[in-house]
């Protein structure tokens, strides 16, 4: 009903009567949908210090920091997610994998911060958690290649490249 001022109202009275990871997390929800990314993020903090196991969360609260431009709470969000992961989701690999997910989002976080160094070291871990696939590579190159590191850009490309005429064969 475009009504958004008394939805936001609603929300937080329904927060104020019975907070939960759930009425955060549609509060969160809403902001999202109103563009508001600092207060998205803010409610999902509310919401995941409620929850018992919120590691899958805290990932989805750090790629949504990464979207919005906000990098310190995507590498807090991801830091936090670590905590809380078992010993399992830790040791996971594979393109996909939580590993792996925290190692191409630490990287994302670290290239936006203006930090290559840790942004290579992560993107290198993801790699070599999901040697296989090309995207890893193709992201590993790009950042090379944004440091004037033209040689290993291209072997990272080159790699690439062999893996997906691999992967159509």
């Known amino acids: 009903m475009n009504r958004w001022m008394e939805a936001e109202r609603e929300l937080l009275t329904a927060i104020a009567l019975s907070p939960s990871a759930y009425t955060w997390w549609d509060l969160e929800e ?31 609260m750090g790629y949504y920091a990464l979207e919005v431009g ?3 709470d ?8 670590v905590r809380s992961a078992s010993a399992s989701e830790k040791k996971s690999t594979g393109r996909g994998s939580f590993a792996y997910n925290v190692a191409a989002g630490r990287s994302e976080a670290w290239s936006k911060i203006g930090d290559p160094k840790r942004a290579i070291a992560f993107q290198e871990q993801a790699v070599q958690l999901a040697p296989e696939a090309p995207q890893p590579w193709l992201n590993l190159a790009e950042i090379y290649q944004s440091q004037g590191r033209s040689a290993d850009a291209e072997r990272a ?6 893996l997906t005429q691999n992967q159509s064969r």
Do not use: C, W
């Open 30 to 60: 809403f902001y999202r949908k109103e563009g508001r990314g600092s207060e998205a993020i803010a409610a999902m903090r509310k919401s995941v210090k409620l929850q018992t196991d919120p590691t899958s969360n805290l990932m989805q």
């Open 70 to 72: 906000h990098p310190d």
């Open 74 to 81: 995507a590498l807090e969000a991801f830091d936090e997610a």
């Open 157 to 162: 490309k080159a790699r690439a490249a062999s």
